[in-house]
């Protein structure tokens, strides 16, 4: 006899570019977790999760490490190849490590390709400084969600975690960086820790998803570090993270709850914007 819960997962259409493309036309909130594992795969998928995101968060989170620098495209590869195996229907997208896209477009667009033999359906590059490699990346077909605003692997040139485009000045060069990457072909954008107002006028501004990390309630979707929305990080979280595991359950409901809120615009509030 099957297992209801495969039947469940392989009900679910899956996600696809086109279908993010449209739920961001069509305001339809999009709802994405990181996930480093083919357990939580599996459940995130059958609770509804859009996508899931093989971040390199994972350096801090699973190995324990002060920042996401020392994590390996293999490491990335590995995590990805976890996560692909117990999902059915979440769009997976593997992040592009600190080293692994900053040396020649060859080394970039070969770990790019590691990463997608993986498992990966989308690689994820932080910066703006990156929209030639997310060219070369988009123009042999592996689709490329940029990362603006605070950026975890450029954590020392920031000079800690800083909201980023406070200013006038700082918002213009944001909103050049954002365009510029949606013209190098990125389809999808992370704007993390940048004001809601900035956030909102991207996302209305700009023909791809904006998917927000503190950066307010109307992007066109949320994402969240796992262990952060269920508890399991240690000493004081950011302001814009929600324990979705009190008040829940189990950790199926905390991620049901999660997606119903992002879908709901229930989260983020806006006291819950900023670090
Ligand atoms: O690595 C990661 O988990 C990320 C998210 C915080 C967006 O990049």
């Known amino acids: 006899m099957s297992d209801p819960a495969d039947v469940a997962a392989s009900r679910r259409k899956p996600t696809t570019l086109l279908r993010l493309a449209q739920m961001h036309r069509e305001r339809e909130k999009i709802a994405v977790l990181t996930c480093y594992d083919a357990s939580f795969a599996r459940l ?98 592996m689709p490329v969600c940029a990362h603006l605003g605070f950026t975890p692997q450029t954590v020392h040139a920031l000079g800690g975690y800083r909201v980023q485009g406070r200013d006038s000045d700082g918002a213009a060069l944001l909103r ?28 209305a501004e700009l023909p791809i998803p904006t998917i927000g990390i503190g950066a307010g309630r109307d992007c066109s979707g ?8 269920l508890g399991v990080t240690p000493g004081k979280l950011p302001r814009f993270v929600r324990r979705f595991v009190e008040g829940s359950a189990d950790v199926r409901e905390a991620v049901q709850r999660f997606v119903r809120d992002v879908k709901n615009g229930a989260y983020p509030d806006e006291s819950l914007h900023g670090y």
């Open 176 to 203: 050049r960086q954002a365009h510029e990457v949606v013209e190098a072909g990125a389809q999808m954008l992370v704007l993390e820790l940048v004001p809601s107002t900035l956030a909102r006028e991207l996302t």
């Open 44 to 141: 995130m998928d059958e609770a509804g999760v859009d996508a899931l995101l093989v971040g390199d968060s994972l350096g801090m989170v699973v190995q324990g490490r002060t920042d996401t620098l020392p994590v390996t495209t293999e490491e990335i590869a590995y995590h990805t190849a976890c996560v692909a195996r117990g999902n059915h229907g979440a769009w997976v997208i593997a992040d592009m490590p600190f080293g692994s896209y900053h040396a020649s477009t060859e080394q970039s667009i070969a770990n790019a390709c590691r990463l997608f033999q993986a498992g990966a359906q989308m690689v994820k590059l932080e910066g703006a400084w990156a929209a030639p490699t997310i060219r070369a990346l988009t123009d042999r077909g």
């Open 222 to 229: 949320q994402v969240l570090v796992m262990h952060d929305m």
